[in-house]
């Protein structure tokens, strides 16, 4: 009987090695150190690519067209990235490579955060296949068109008409393939909108088993009192919910990460799904408007703001809302623009450009707000205790929320690695990759990414940890990352020996 045994395993490993010669891979990667994405340790084995997929993962050599000796490198599945405002770059067709991304091993992102994407999301896909990818796609239904659609930029409640009316036009972008609803609760017409008519509108979503995504309505002094109000969307009909970008913003919030972090976990601890994406910066970016302006002075979009800075009686309560906000605030707000008529403030705190004036910071910000009332800023409001606190939690993943000038939009993935990784050791590289691969498409419902696992798309890279390396600056954010040998998305090769190829060979991901 045990040499029988023997005999049969042998048979079948003599079987494996047999099959495994008799491949024909397009490409094989030997010797890597190799990450599977399941937050498990590394592991020495070699990975073939043919054609779109993964189709071999092993210790064997097997034969392909091309042979890449990775010795002394690591192997994962390519970074997806949870939040992005990636469509700004692609819809500008010159960036469509996605260079950003790419350098920074990102083979996948998510647009339509914080409820700007379109409820026309077929429409969408089109275009975006036709213009080219270099990374993958998934998109959200975003909150803001829809409702803007219905209601305009008014600060009023839908009727039973409006809200099936909002619900119909989710209901056609989920049926596209959608991977979820997002929302953005401090932006115009979003901020209106109430607890219930949310809800509401992701059980509509949800139907298609979609996961409702949110940048909360506070993330500063009320930020408690925020996530009580995501969790109850999510916990009325017990369905998960995201929450991107987690942050306690502003001195008087700082240490609250801990009461948050209390609140999510109790909810997890009743079988509700929360989970969260973070960026590792302690400054965040959005714009000036939705930074400093009161909600009641959005209401009717940017012409009607304006408008109220020639109304004696509004230009002097907006005023008074301003200077009711620490001087602290202005010190940490950065003016950040490509805009040419801007270029003598850029860069510079809105307390920095009050003083060369030689006026009041609310007569400052208004005058910006004439120059530009779109543009975007950097806010230092953040504590690095904080960020770490949020970092160390088994259901935070990474994104970054880039696509300005800020570094998040280069270094993001990068700097995790770098910093959080290697020098201050918040996590292991095995957690670090899992937390941007296997756990978001598993979180996601995004099938066959994620893992390095044979039939799975070849979304993979290649790299040496002690290689890579930061560029991006506030001060110059513009720098892409270094350290990426190999990237590799769909099976085509985006980076090779370092260097972007040009590929698109980006495509969409549905639900």
């Given at each position: 009987m045990h040499i029988r045994l023997v005999l049969t395993i042998l048979l079948h490993l003599l079987s494996i090695g047999l099959f495994a010669q008799q491949q024909k891979a397009n490409v094989l990667i030997k010797n890597a150190c190799v990450f599977i994405g399941d937050g498990k340790d590394s592991v020495f084995m070699n990975v073939a690519i043919t054609n779109k997929r993964i189709s071999y993962v092993g210790k064997e050599l097997i034969n392909a067209d091309e042979v890449i000796d990775a010795k002394g490198k690591y192997l994962a599945p390519g970074f997806i990235d949870t939040h992005t405002h990636a469509d700004r770059w692609i819809e500008d067709r010159k960036r469509n490579q996605m260079l950003p991304w790419i350098y920074q091993g990102v083979t996948s992102v998510f647009a339509g955060n914080d409820g700007f994407g379109t409820y026309k999301v077929a429409e969408q896909m089109k275009k975006y296949q036709q213009i080219g990818m270099g990374t993958n796609f998934a998109l959200y239904v975003g909150f803001g068109p829809v409702r803007q659609a219905v209601l305009g930029d008014d600060n009023k409640m839908p009727d039973a008409t409006q809200i099936l009316q909002m619900k119909t036009m989710i209901a056609s972008g989920m049926q596209s393939g959608a991977i979820g609803f997002s929302t953005g609760l401090i932006y115009l017409p979003q901020m209106y909108a109430k607890t219930d008519e949310i809800a509401s509108l992701y059980q509509e979503a949800a139907k298609w088993n979609a996961i409702y995504d949110t940048h909360m309505r506070n993330e500063g002094a009320k930020v408690l009192e925020s996530i009580d109000e995501t969790i109850k969307i999510g916990a009325d009909f017990n369905l998960p919910i995201h929450i991107s970008h987690l942050k306690v913003s502003g001195e008087s919030a700082w240490g609250k990460s801990e009461e948050v972090i209390a609140k999510i976990n109790a909810a997890r601890a009743k079988g509700l799904k929360v989970t969260a994406n973070q960026y590792p910066f302690i400054a965040s970016m959005t714009s000036l408007k939705a930074t400093l302006m009161p909600d009641w002075a959005q209401e009717g979009g940017a012409k009607a703001t304006l408008a109220r800075f020639e109304n004696e009686d509004e230009l002097s309560k907006i005023k008074r809302s301003l200077q009711q906000?620490?001087?602290?605030?202005?010190?940490?707000?950065?003016?950040?623009?490509?805009?040419?008529?801007?270029?003598?403030?850029?860069?510079?705190?809105?307390?920095?450009?009050?003083?060369?004036?030689?006026?009041?910071?609310?007569?400052?910000?208004?005058?910006?707000?004439?120059?530009?009332?779109?543009?975007?800023?950097?806010?230092?409001?953040?504590?690095?205790?904080?960020?770490?606190?949020?970092?160390?939690?088994?259901?935070?993943?990474?994104?970054?929320?880039?696509?300005?000038?800020?570094?998040?939009?280069?270094?993001?993935?990068?700097?995790?690695?770098?910093?959080?990784?290697?020098?201050?050791?918040?996590?292991?590289?095995?957690?670090?990759?899992?937390?941007?691969?296997?756990?978001?498409?598993?979180?996601?419902?995004?099938?066959?990414?994620?893992?390095?696992?044979?039939?799975?798309?070849?979304?993979?890279?290649?790299?040496?940890?002690?290689?890579?390396?930061?560029?991006?600056?506030?001060?110059?954010?513009?720098?892409?990352?270094?350290?990426m040998e190999y990237v590799f998305v769909n099976g085509v090769k985006a980076v090779e020996q370092g260097k972007g190829t040009g590929s698109l060979s980006g495509e969409i991901i549905k639900k």
């Amino acid at each position: 009987m045990h040499i029988r045994l023997v005999l049969t395993i042998l048979l079948h490993l003599l079987s494996i090695g047999l099959f495994a010669q008799q491949q024909k891979a397009n490409v094989l990667i030997k010797n890597a150190c190799v990450f599977i994405g399941d937050g498990k340790d590394s592991v020495f084995m070699n990975v073939a690519i043919t054609n779109k997929r993964i189709s071999y993962v092993g210790k064997e050599l097997i034969n392909a067209d091309e042979v890449i000796d990775a010795k002394g490198k690591y192997l994962a599945p390519g970074f997806i990235d949870t939040h992005t405002h990636a469509d700004r770059w692609i819809e500008d067709r010159k960036r469509n490579q996605m260079l950003p991304w790419i350098y920074q091993g990102v083979t996948s992102v998510f647009a339509g955060n914080d409820g700007f994407g379109t409820y026309k999301v077929a429409e969408q896909m089109k275009k975006y296949q036709q213009i080219g990818m270099g990374t993958n796609f998934a998109l959200y239904v975003g909150f803001g068109p829809v409702r803007q659609a219905v209601l305009g930029d008014d600060n009023k409640m839908p009727d039973a008409t409006q809200i099936l009316q909002m619900k119909t036009m989710i209901a056609s972008g989920m049926q596209s393939g959608a991977i979820g609803f997002s929302t953005g609760l401090i932006y115009l017409p979003q901020m209106y909108a109430k607890t219930d008519e949310i809800a509401s509108l992701y059980q509509e979503a949800a139907k298609w088993n979609a996961i409702y995504d949110t940048h909360m309505r506070n993330e500063g002094a009320k930020v408690l009192e925020s996530i009580d109000e995501t969790i109850k969307i999510g916990a009325d009909f017990n369905l998960p919910i995201h929450i991107s970008h987690l942050k306690v913003s502003g001195e008087s919030a700082w240490g609250k990460s801990e009461e948050v972090i209390a609140k999510i976990n109790a909810a997890r601890a009743k079988g509700l799904k929360v989970t969260a994406n973070q960026y590792p910066f302690i400054a965040s970016m959005t714009s000036l408007k939705a930074t400093l302006m009161p909600d009641w002075a959005q209401e009717g979009g940017a012409k009607a703001t304006l408008a109220r800075f020639e109304n004696e009686d509004e230009l002097s309560k907006i005023k008074r809302s301003l200077q009711q906000k620490s001087p602290l605030v202005y010190k940490r707000v950065v003016l950040m623009s490509k805009d040419q008529k801007l270029a003598q403030i850029t860069g510079k705190s809105v307390a920095q450009i009050a003083e060369e004036w030689g006026v009041p910071v609310e007569d400052a910000v208004i005058t910006i707000f004439k120059m530009d009332i779109g543009v975007s800023c950097v806010n230092f409001s953040m504590s690095e205790e904080d960020v770490i606190n949020f970092m160390k939690q088994p259901w935070v993943m990474t994104g970054s929320d880039g696509g300005g000038l800020h570094p998040r939009t280069y270094a993001t993935f990068t700097k995790i690695i770098t910093d959080y990784v290697l020098q201050k050791k918040v996590m292991s590289m095995s957690w670090a990759i899992h937390r941007a691969t296997g756990l978001t498409a598993e979180t996601f419902g995004i099938k066959d990414r994620g893992l390095v696992k044979e039939g799975f798309y070849a979304d993979l890279i290649v790299f040496d940890p002690k290689k890579v390396k930061v560029n991006s600056t506030f001060a110059n954010p513009e720098q892409l990352s270094e350290g990426m040998e190999y990237v590799f998305v769909n099976g085509v090769k985006a980076v090779e020996q370092g260097k972007g190829t040009g590929s698109l060979s980006g495509e969409i991901i549905k639900k």
